[in-house]
Nanobody, 124 residues
Framework: QVQLVESGGGLVQAGGSLRLSCAISGRTFSSSTMGWFRQAPGKEREFVAAIMLISSRTYYTDSVKGRFTISRDNAKNTVYLQMNSLKPEDTAVYYC?????????????????WGQGTQVTVSS
């Protein structure tokens, strides 16, 4: 069993920054992939970024490239999402997810474990 707890969301003006954290507990594997997804009201959950724990290889959706950075601290069992130059369209609930198979996938169905989400609101 894997437990994920997100934190760091909030209200920020356009152009501002936030750093989300995902605390990981329970059984994980060094080959796991950790991902961040987001879901805006009335929209489907969409992929944001992912990182392989064993290699730190990363993958981003096009809309956040150059603005968001995913990273991990294995000693703290925590994954981060640094979000800069935020835009109103980044407003969503952000979810952390774990894929123990480590596929660096952008598909929600490949992630077996999910956190409860943290709200990010970007005002214009």
């Amino acid at each position: 069993q894997v437990q994920l707890v997100e934190s760091g969301g909030g209200l920020v003006q356009a152009g501002g920054s936030l750093r989300l954290s995902c605390a990981i507990s329970g059984r994980t594997f060094s080959s796991s992939t950790m991902g961040w997804f987001r879901q805006a009201p009335g929209k489907e959950r969409e992929f944001v970024a992912a990182i392989m724990l064993i290699s730190s290889r990363t993958y981003y959706t096009d809309s956040v490239k150059g603005r968001f950075t995913i990273s991990r601290d294995n000693a703290k069992n925590t994954v981060y999402l640094q979000m800069n130059s935020l835009k109103p369209e980044d407003t969503a609930v952000y979810y952390c997810a774990a894929d123990l198979a480590g596929s660096l996938s952008d598909r929600p169905v490949d992630y077996a474990y999910w956190g409860q989400g943290t709200q990010v609101t970007v005002s214009s």
